[in-house]
């Protein structure tokens, strides 16, 4: 069963929020998968840019095993909005991820496939995907404009691989930028926040109780804290922002 909320009089980053509530992962899997679908039937192709996680890794499961051949995989590209600075063979890479659960299952050619070299050296690389952004994503207003754009959303606010120590990346005139971890100190590329913010459908995709205070205090707050959490600064400056969330996210959402 889903759930829709919006709260008219509690606007997220100044515009209104569209809240989507569903009872479980498999649900909002169904959901988000129409969403896509629909964009796909009214482009004809798109663009992603994926994101890592334990919530897109079961998305790309879902998708494996339910959507073969429901889905035209041929006339969707993929990218990243971020990516760790490791091997694609590296657990930690985002890329492996996708391979591991949703490339290995599915007709998508070689060609569609635009991978982060999180090996290199990270400001190269940047560039490097900035230019690769450049030539095969629509361009709109001198920035690439994602037709679908998936972020998750940190316990500490963070989204794609901006940190709030780092908050000043996400002004960044750059494309892509180079963020570090708070904790490990690992360097990974992510999209800036003006190339996220380009995006045609950007979509939180957020499970588990553990994110549902960070998710009341960003969805339902009245106070200003773009300057605090980079998922604050989600703000499309064309498009619209959709939030996929399972009860136990939402759960503090819900009166």
């Given at each position: 069963m889903?759930?829709i909320?919006n ?10 929020p ?9 649900s909002?899997?169904?959901e988000?998968?129409k ?19 334990s ?17 035209d ?35 998508v050619?070689?060609?569609n496939?635009y ?10 690389e ?6 690769v ?16 754009l ?10 794609a691989?901006i ?23 690992q ?12 995006a ?12 549902s ?6 969805v ?8 605090k ?25 819900i009166?």
């Open positions: 889903e759930f909320v709260y008219k009089s509690k606007p997220i980053m100044n515009m209104k569209d809240i989507k509530i569903f009872d479980d992962i498999e909002l899997n169904v988000f998968t969403l896509l679908k629909e964009h796909l039937w009214k482009k004809g192709e798109l663009s992603i840019a994926l994101s890592g996680g919530t897109p890794k079961l998305l790309f499961d879902f998708w494996a095993s339910n959507d073969k051949t429901d889905l995989w041929s006339k969707i590209r993929f990218f990243w909005s971020d990516e760790r600075c490791v091997s694609p063979l590296d657990d930690e890479s985002n890329f492996k991820m996708t391979k591991d659960h949703l490339f290995n299952y599915i007709p050619p070689e060609k496939i991978r982060i070299h999180g090996e290199e050296d990270p400001q190269k940047a560039e490097r995907y900035a230019n952004l450049k030539d095969n994503v629509e361009m709109r207003n001198g920035l690439p404009s994602f037709e679908v998936m972020l998750g959303l940190g316990n500490d606010g963070h989204t691989s940190f709030p120590h780092q908050i000043e990346l996400w002004d960044s005139n750059d494309i892509c930028v180079v963020g570090t971890h708070p904790d490990s100190g360097k990974r590329i992510s999209l800036s926040g003006k190339t996220i913010n380009n045609h459908i950007i979509v939180f995709l957020v499970t588990g109780r553990s994110k205070e960070i998710v009341k205090e960003i339902r707050s009245e106070l200003r804290l773009d300057n959490y980079p998922a604050a600064k989600v703000n499309p400056v064309y498009g619209k922002v959709v939030w996929f969330l399972d009860k136990k996210a939402a759960n503090l959402l009166d």
